[in-house]
């Protein structure tokens, strides 16, 4: 335990974005070959979960438009997940033609959120993960479930905890294993994740390993309230290389937070995650040249300075 703070987890598992949320918001479209050379960088530095892609329309998101391909072609190491976005059963039927163990769905605790997002009300999206959650299981399928705008909407404002109550309970009714509350557009501050995490823990009697934490360091406050979500006894926490990605449906919305910047404070205080944080830092410096801008990891930056 880090003296001068409450007991933390001795281990943390980083779930790994940046191949599907960090390149789905990215203007420059990524060839399939690089994108399946930086999954493949990526589980070799040990990250135990690398969202590879999303099987999405690609009307929707062209920057995805070949995850049938990637997913066909990318060879899988055991110690590695690699969990695909499906947002409805065709999804979840191309995701399994394509082999994969592992599947998250997608909703919001906002209605006007979800509503731009996927066209849907919260109920209706809900509704539509029914028979993907039942097909999963039926293959033994794990399935992850992403709430947005768990913190505030790009259009309603500040959202209520007890919103992200009802929807996480919903999820968890319907069979899904673990929850991933997002900041979508950064303005989260450590009392909210205090607010909305305690309600979920005490009032929802939801157990802490359900639970993932999923911040965009739009207003910087990213680490802060992964520490304070590490003291409420989260120890899922997801991240991006390099800091890449944010999201398409939250205008002004900036990077996720940056693997890089996670694992330096995570081993900093002592937490173990399995995970090189210097392979990390390859992975990025192999996709930057691809993206047509420099990724906003400060870790990373700091690295690149002291090799000038």
Known sequence: MTPGLPALPRAVRVVEVGPRDGLQNEKAQVPTEQKIQFITMLADAGLPVVEATSFVSPRAIPQLSD???VMARLKRIPTTEYPVLVPNLKGMERALAAGVRSVAVFTAA???FTRHNINASIAESLE??????????QEHVTVRGYISTVFGCPYEGSVAPEKV???AQALLEMGINELSLGDTIGVATPNQVVDVVGLLLDKGDIPAGSLAVHFHDTRGTALANVLMALQLGISIVDASAGGLGGCPYAPGAAGNLATEDLLYMLHGMGISTGVNLEKVVAATRFIAPLLGHAPTSKYYQAEACSRV
Do not use: K
């Open 67 to 69: 995850a049938s391909e």
């Open 165 to 167: 109550l009802a929807v």
């Open 110 to 112: 906002s209605e006007s």
């Open 128 to 137: 539509n993960f029914r028979p993907v959650v039942a097909l999963a299981r």
